[in-house]
């Protein structure tokens, strides 16, 4: 079956750039999502499409993709920003969607 | 606004059944796949499954655990979208969150899976 490998934790201090990856084999071909999830409740997206931003979503996310990583990049990381952050793609077979294990942020 | 509301969470026990309910507003129901995540109690998000519009053929996709015994359908007269949940295991238990698949999501209903 399908995975994705996010590190189980990132650790910054407020100001400083955070960064998430993410693998998988088929994201070469397959667009990676962000998704944002504090305590209690449910998912946002965060990045879509390996780099797209929602609206209402602060600039100092991004996202970028090469190879078989996708890394979202939290610029000037600020303590509201601490959350925890799944990464989502599809299955080179296009039927499947699978999530990563999620990266618990911690700005402090 | 687009809306996303679940419903039908609760206890349940192991071989039981359930049925999820999500009533949509605020967008084109019939025109959207939907898909359905959960999240089991301190545990990462899971992808269910999804059910595509009948335009894209109506097709249905799940996860392998749950592959067999949930069922993905939507009546797009109603606007709402159904997960109907069989020999359920324990686990089973999760928030169930039903999603446009990328932008909105609903707030989740429980469902725990008990003797």
């Known amino acids: 079956s399908y995975e994705l490998t996010q590190p189980p934790s990132v650790s910054v201090s407020p100001g400083q750039t955070a960064r998430i990856t993410c693998s998988g084999d088929?994201?070469?071909?397959?667009?990676a999502y962000w998704y944002q999830q504090k305590s209690g409740q449910a998912p946002v997206v965060v990045i879509y499409?390996?780099?797209k931003r929602p609206s209402g979503i602060p600039e100092r996310f991004s996202g970028s993709s090469s190879g078989t990583m996708a890394t979202l990049t939290i610029s000037g990381a600020q303590v509201e920003d601490e959350a925890d952050y799944y990464c989502?793609?599809?299955?080179?077979?296009?039927?499947?969607?699978?999530f990563g294990g999620g990266t618990k942020l911690t700005v402090l | 606004e687009v809306q996303l509301v679940e419903s039908g969470g609760g206890l349940v026990k192991p071989g039981g059944s359930l049925r999820l309910s999500c009533a949509a507003s605020?967008?084109?129901?019939?025109?959207?796949?939907m898909t359905w995540v959960r999240q089991a109690p301190g545990k990462g998000l899971e992808w269910v499954g999804r059910?595509?519009?009948?335009?894209?053929?109506?097709?249905?996709d799940y996860a392998a655990p749950v592959k067999g015994r949930f069922t993905i359908s939507r009546d797009d007269s109603k606007n709402t979208l159904y997960l109907q949940m069989n020999s359920l295991k324990t686990e089973d238990t999760a928030v169930y969150y039903c999603?446009?698949?990328?932008?909105?999501w609903g707030q989740g209903t429980l469902v725990t899976v008990s003797s």
């Open positions: 605020g967008f084109t129901f019939s025109n959207a796949s």
């Open positions: 989502c793609s599809t299955a080179s077979s296009g039927n499947l969607v699978v």
């Open positions: 088929a994201l070469p071909k397959k667009y």
């Open positions: 999603t446009t698949g990328v932008h909105y």
């Open positions: 059910i595509k519009s009948k335009t894209d053929g109506g097709t249905t």
């Open positions: 499409e390996d780099s």
